[in-house]
């Protein structure tokens, strides 16, 4: 019995440091991709990973990577894509933020602020952030200001007009950037956070941690709920096509009407048990691109393929691999 006991032992013990080195490997020379956006109308695909402080730059139509953004020398916790000046904007974990000119792959412009920038979005010509103290910043100017701030913690963003709409905990509330007023537009759930928002010209769409789904109209009037599942993997909403993609942990990605709440297909790679790690979908939601993680022993994570997967939405097939 204790020669048997030893044997186990040290076979677990070997188990758990080939598993280690195995996960740091793979993290040091590739990375999880942790963040995607479609950018120039769906043309390009930007991505980042934790471990290369860089972002890159995809063409979708030949899947080809054609550029590489350096600069960042700690985590990208955000970015977004300036479609009308071809531009991108960044932020990264040493409280640094960037422009960055895509017509000549350089940086425009750069600060270092005094807290971290966690959410990055444009609004006609300007670039905000939210900060980890929740303010909110005016980026684009030659001395970053805040303009607002809130009480609770922000979990999520969205931009519409020349409105600002933040998850602010379990209230919805909207600044208007030009009076810098704030106000509450709903509370869906009084015990439960918001933690993804969109929106639109006619549907705000709100998703709880508790996986409901509250769908307001124009007016601000709540017109529809239902529910996906708690604790979402990646979240994505898409207004054009009235979509939201909800990923479960085991790599599942479900895409509702949210007018109706009916599944309109079931994403599902046959060849991986990965999670899904991040969802975003093109300008019109006929495409919608993912990245896939695993997490092992010691809360370590890497991914076996290292990929995006690009997914036709209604046929529910993977339409490129960029890699």
Sequence with gaps: MKITLFIFTQFLFTFLYAQSIEVVTQEKNLGVV???????????????????????????????????LNGHDASILSFAFIQKNNQIVSSDANNKF???????????????????????????????????????????????????????SINAVSSYNNQLFLASENELVALDLSSKKMTTVATPDKKVKIDFINVSELYTVVHLENGMVHLYDKEGRPAFEFKTFTNAAAIDINSASKSIAVSNHNGEVIIYDFVTGDKKSTLKDPNSNEAI???????????????????????????????????????????????
Excluded: H, M
């Design 34 to 68: 942790s963040q995607i956006k479609f950018g120039n109308n769906g043309r390009y695909i930007a991505s980042c990973n934790e471990k290369k402080f860089q972002i890159k730059i995809w063409d979708v139509t030949s899947s080809k990577l054609i550029g590489t």
């Design 98 to 152: 960037f422009i960055w000119d895509l017509n000549t792959w350089t940086i425009k412009d750069s600060a270092t602020l005094e807290n971290k920038v966690n959410f990055l979005v444009s609004v006609k010509d300007d670039i905000y952030g939210i900060s980890e103290k929740n303010e909110i910043i005016k980026l684009n100017t030659a001395n970053p200001s805040v303009i607002s701030t809130t009480k609770k």
């Design 277 to 323: 790690r991040t969802l975003s979908f093109n300008e019109s939601g006929t495409s919608i691109a993912s990245s896939s993680y695993k997490k092992l022993l010691l809360n370590k994570v890497y991914s076996k393929n290292n990929v995006i997967q690009i997914w036709d939405t209604k046929r529910g097939a993977i339409q490129k691999v960029l890699k």
